[in-house]
């Protein structure tokens, strides 16, 4: 089947990150190292910006494309505007940090479209295949990220930490991907689905789970394969932290929801149980005895992941639209979190340890009040983002009778509380270290500080909307209402899922 | 223009009012003077707004007044429902009564970081009123949380001595105990499938609600120890005297006054609404717990060389008297505690402001670097005799009416009770007469306390309205109680059914 126009319309955010990835890149050697981090810091803000209004154009038209590969349906279109949105604010707060660094920007925004390019299409991919071959273009673009602070031998480090042990999990991943394939005779998350719903599953399909779940935690950073986490968020610059602990991490928990949930995987109360349990409670006790700022927020990424896995192990129909919106809330507080990380830790980032964050209240307060307003956010207290995503998470997990892992969840969001209060206490409490004033605010990461602050507040005070959202495409990945009969822009007979490439057996 | 055209906004005016004005001081210029005068102003606009809550209430009816209910989240189903009967109704308008007084008393003693100390307290403000009126669970507990961080960092940031250790031992204590409401609260959301208070109720009264027999047990252990650490009750109560001597004068005062008030109105409101038959089974621990606080909590006062600390104790002995007369499952009962609460807000909220006038002038809560103070400072020392009377429950002040009715309700229920608690009314005499004795009389033994000059007239002026509500409330206690006597009554309502049924019950056999 020769790919029609509704095809490329629903792939079209892709498309525009990519044209605009390729062309900073092309155009990155003909600049001097001033120009290449404003002229293409510029060209990625208005790519992610186009490739948001593409998104928006996709929406009207959902449906399948490219032979049942790719599906836009409401559920997608969440996280497109997730991912492009995270892509956006962090590279507004980068371009102060890449001058201040002295990194060139080409490769740096170049690779940060292309990552999100990678994110976008797992979203949207209903074939494990493709899927994986999002997963490494979004892996591989993060693995060169983290290694951008070229002169600094922690970053290096951290880069090929990552590349080693992600390239190990992906593997998992695809061997958990052949194993599925053996198991349903089909690698499209429909059809898996259909095979395992129709009551009898066979023993492979158990180890398909387990073995991408395995590929899949390790990129969602939750127990036990979160090892790399402290040392990879340590080492790589904070804008590309910022970035990695949130926008792949949406894409991966889109995957796990198509995997978990549309392909409904068997074994999925158990396996989630224990790492959610572990996740929490290992980030948690992780963070407690961190002095470093970016390895605290690294342990507790992992133990945010691990309330949000809290969520799959509930009933499909409270506990997607809580992980969505756990995703989002998480996402929007942590960027802000790590951009006054970086703007705060100075030339090579210096400043990152506890004794430096004391009484940032006197030299900034606005600085300040912005992370501690970031920090209640990740300790979960009403009138932020991460209140209402911990409630919805909790009560999808009461509702499904998981009394004990919610147990484990609330005395771990206690314990959570005292090691984000230790940055406020100091920030407030102590006396500052040196005198002199931080850096002014410039106005691309004050954008994308306001930005993630409204996004904070916003999802604390009024969560009804986006909540609403994510309730309505639960029912598009629930075969409750699959997306509308095919619209004028489609020819394609795309309602029913044929069989693809899986026909080859 | 008529008054009660405002009733259904009232509710929202009074809770955010101050909020605004905290808002509106985070844009005014780092000028002292003009942000003490503006939050002073906001909070007394706040006070004579509440004061339109009594004025327009009606008392002979028992359900919630001036109830606004409005969809906030439409899923789950979360609803701005807002509503106060008698007994919630004098908590607002003791807290908006209080914090103008904490903004005159904090004029001078707060010099740094003016502006970040106000825009707290008027956030602190905004939360507690908000958790007296609140009537959906959820934004029960989302207020109530949120009194936490405003609370914590005014010790943290303008507290002195060992402050951060304080703030954080605060705010984990509660924070913790608070996540176990939370589950109960979500639980019961989960099988009701809405947060309003009237709501649950009702499906738990009329048996609606599947699994609640069993779980009934733990729901209310999860609301009792969120409410127990704030009271704080005998085992609960380490974070108090820390938090206290700690804390700046208007975060004490607000401490003593709104804070642990929550606590035991939580209890009333909460546990006895919700869960009758638990409460019922578990008031003879609880009771002796209460006894416990009341005497421990006044042995411990005794013995404490800081003044502030000592108040503090007596804090632990006197709320022992409310959750006492809580769970005593009287009308008397009630009334008193309901009484009790507004009393010792008002006079340890003006025990604590006294105490801050010397420590402003010294530096220091040790009783030992004091006696004679009397004769450099006349009027200020009759002001102290004058709280401190009406915190021992002197006849005719406001501390005695509420600790009569609950002697007498405790009494009703069982007599052990009522006896064991009315050597609490002694031992506050014991060691409130015998500190004004150690600090005021005698020779002047530090020579520093010959030239203290005596109160001026703005700390005047932050003590006096305590010490006439003081006054009022010990002369004619009918006032207040008339509006609560209805509420108690229909709070009682499920207890005197089961009377009846055990009653009946009893001569069936």
Redesign the interface.
């Known amino acids: 089947m020769i790919p029609q126009y509704p095809d490329y319309i629903r792939i079209l955010p892709e498309l525009v990150l990519s044209i605009f990835g390729m062309v900073i890149m092309l155009l990155d050697p003909l600049l001097d190292d001033r120009r290449s981090r404003s002229l293409s810091g510029a060209l990625a803000l208005i790519g992610s910006f186009a490739a948001f209004a593409a998104t928006l154009i996709q929406a009207q038209s959902p449906g399948y494309a490219f032979a049942n590969m790719v599906r836009v349906d409401s559920f997608s279109t969440f996280f497109h505007i997730l991912i492009i949105a995270i892509t956006a604010i962090v590279i507004l707060s980068s371009y102060e940090y890449l001058n201040v660094q002295e990194i060139r920007g080409g490769e740096y925004y170049g690779l940060m479209l292309f990552g999100a390019v990678g994110m976008c299409l797992m979203t949207s991919a209903m074939e494990l295949v493709l899927i994986f071959i999002a997963l490494e273009i979004s892996s591989i673009s993060t693995y060169v990220l983290a290694g951008f602070r070229r002169r600094a031998a922690i970053s290096a480090e951290s880069s090929v930490k990552y590349f080693l042990l992600g390239s190990f999990a992906t593997a998992f991943f695809l061997y958990g991907v052949a194993l599925m394939f053996g198991a349903t005779g089909s690698t499209t998350i429909d059809v898996i689905g259909n095979v395992l719903r129709s009551g009898n599953i066979p023993v492979l399909a158990y180890m398909g789970v387990a073995f991408m779940f395995v590929g899949l935690g390790f990129k969602v950073a939750a127990a036990p394969f979160h090892i790399w986490t402290p040392d990879v968020y340590e080492g790589a610059p904070s804008p590309v932290v910022a970035f990695m602990s949130t926008a792949p991490k949406a894409a991966v928990f889109a995957v796990l929801l198509r995997v978990m949930f549309e392909a409904n995987a068997p074994g999925r109360i158990w396996l989630i149980w224990v790492t959610a349990a572990l996740s929490m409670t290992l980030g948690n006790i992780g963070a407690l005895v961190q002095n470093n700022v970016k390895r605290l927020l690294a342990y507790s990424s992992i133990a945010h992941a691990g309330y949000l896995l809290v969520a799959f192990a509930a009933l499909p129909e409270t506990a997607i639209p809580a992980a969505m919106f756990y995703t989002a809330a998480y996402a929007v507080t942590n960027i802000g979190a790590f951009a006054v990380v970086s703007h705060f830790g100075g030339t090579g980032e210096r400043r990152v340890t506890m004794d430096d964050y004391s009484g940032l209240a006197e030299r900034s307060p606005l600085l300040a009040a912005t992370l501690t307003l970031f920090l209640l956010s990740l300790i979960g207290i009403p009138m932020t983002a991460g209140f209402f995503a911990k409630f919805y998470v909790f009560s999808a997990a009461i509702k499904a009778n998981l009394v004990g892992l919610t147990i484990i969840g609330f005395i771990n969001s206690a314990i959570a509380a005292y090691y984000y209060l230790r940055i406020i206490v100091v920030m407030y409490m102590r006396k500052p270290r040196e005198e002199s004033p931080v850096a002014p605010i410039p106005f691309g990461l004050g954008l994308a500080l306001a930005l993630s602050l409204f996004a904070t507040l916003y999802l604390g005070i009024l969560p009804g909307r986006v909540l609403d959202y994510a309730s309505r495409s639960t029912a598009d990945l629930l075969f409750q209402n699959r997306p509308a009969t095919p619209t004028a822009l489609s020819d394609a007979p795309t309602l029913q899922p044929v069989q693809g490439i899986s026909d080859i057996r | 223009m008529n008054m009660d055209t405002w009733n259904p906004i009232i509710l929202t005016l009074v809770t955010f009012v101050p909020l605004a004005g905290a808002l509106l001081l985070v844009v005014l210029p780092r000028r002292d003077r003009e942000i003490r005068g503006f939050a002073l102003f906001i909070s007394l606009v706040d006070f004579f707004l509440s004061l339109h809550l009594p004025a327009h209430f009606h008392r002979n009816l028992a359900g919630f007044q001036y109830e606004i209910d409005k969809v906030?989240?439409?899923?789950?189903n979360i609803h701005y429902h807002l509503g106060m009967d008698g007994i919630s109704m004098w908590l607002v308008v003791l807290t908006t009564f209080l914090t103008p007084l904490c903004v005159l008393i904090s004029w001078h003693s707060i010099h740094d970081r003016v502006k970040?100390f106000f825009i707290l307290l008027l956030i602190l403000e905004t939360a507690m009123i908000a958790v007296f009126v609140a009537l959906d669970l959820f934004a029960f507990?989302?207020?109530w949380?949120?009194t936490?961080?405003p609370m914590a960092?005014l010790i943290?940031?303008y507290g002195h001595g060992r402050?951060?250790y304080a703030?954080?031992k605060f705010?984990?204590y509660t924070?913790?105990a608070s996540?176990?409401m939370?589950?109960a609260i979500?639980?019961l959301?989960?099988r009701v499938g809405s947060f309003d208070f009237v709501t649950i109720q009702n499906a738990v009264r009329s048996g609606q609600v599947a699994g609640f027999s069993s779980a009934s047990l733990w729901l209310f252990l999860g609301f009792f120890v969120a409410f127990a650490v704030k009271v704080p009750l005998f085992p609960f109560h380490t974070w108090l005297p820390d938090a206290h001597v700690e804390a700046p004068t208007a975060g004490s005062v607000l401490l003593a006054g709104v804070l642990l008030k929550m606590g035991t109105y939580g209890l009333l409101r909460f546990n006895l609404g919700l869960f009758p038959e638990q409460a019922r089974a578990n008031a003879p621990w609880i009771m002796v717990l209460a006894l416990i606080g009341i005497i421990y909590g006044a042995l411990v006062a005794m013995v404490q060389p800081n003044m502030k600390k000592l108040i503090a104790y007596s804090s632990i002995s006197h709320l022992g008297f409310v959750v006492l007369g809580i769970f005593s499952f009287t009308q008397a009962g009630l009334d008193g505690a309901t009484y009790i609460m507004l009393a010792h807000g008002i006079s340890t909220g003006g025990l604590f402001m006294l105490a801050g006038i010397l420590y402003e002038r010294r530096h220091t809560y040790e009783i030992s670097e004091f006696g004679g103070i009397a004769t450099p400072m006349p009027v200020y020392s009759t002001f102290f005799c004058f709280v401190m009377l009406a915190s021992v429950g002197l006849p005719l002040l406001n501390g005695f009416v509420g600790e009569f009715l609950v002697l007498s309700g405790a009494f009703q229920d069982r007599p052990i009770y009522g006896i064991l608690g009315a050597t609490g009314v002694i031992w506050s005499a014991c060691y409130l007469l015998w500190m004004y004795q150690r600090v005021f009389f005698g020779q002047i033994t530090h020579k520093v306390n010959a030239s203290l000059p005596d109160m001026n007239l703005r700390e005047q002026l932050a003590v006096l309205p305590a010490c006439i509500v003081a006054l009022v409330m010990g002369v004619a206690p009918l006032l207040w109680l008339n509006a609560i006597d209805p509420a108690v009554h229909a709070a009682l309502t499920p207890y005197a059914n089961f009377a009846a049924q055990v009653a009946t019950r009893m001569v069936g056999q």
């Open positions: 906030w989240i439409n899923h789950p970040e507990y989302f207020f949380e949120a936490l961080i960092l943290g940031m402050k951060v703030a954080v705010f984990l924070m913790i996540v176990f939370l589950a979500l639980w959301y989960a």
